[in-house]
């Protein structure tokens, strides 16, 4: 099974950036629509972005206009860039796809202070 594995993370201050990576063990992300997705500990895991096979970009209301989600498929490499960040944006981040097929990575830890 495709293995995904996210880095980037770190701790940054608020009003600041970071570009999260994930990487894919093999060819997925052609062939599905890939997703960003965050969660908060005693939270639910929530769904962050969305890029479809044809490369068109969703964002949720939360993060529209400060993240941007685009991928390298000849590198198997998908990314969020984030900036603007707010403490809000605290969460450890994960790939996947929108579908949720794949077990998930350990995921990137993204803290923002202010």
């Known amino acids: 099974q495709v293995q995904l594995v996210e880095s980037g993370g770190g701790l940054v201050q608020a009003g600041g950036t970071l570009r999260l990576s994930c990487a894919a063990s093999?060819?997925?992300?052609?062939?599905?629509?890939m997703a960003w997705y965050r969660q908060v500990p005693g939270k639910q895991r929530e769904l962050v972005a969305t890029i479809t096979r044809s490369g068109s970009t969703n964002y949720a209301d939360a993060v529209k206009g400060r993240f941007t989600f685009y991928r390298d498929n000849g590198k198997n490499t998908m990314y969020l860039q984030m900036s603007s960040l707010k403490p809000e944006d605290t969460a450890v981040y994960y790939c996947?796809?929108?579908?949720?097929?794949?077990?998930w990575g350990q995921g990137t830890q993204v803290t923002v202070y202010s």
């Open positions: 996947n796809t929108l579908q949720i097929t794949h077990k």
């Open positions: 093999g060819s997925i992300f052609s062939l599905n629509d």
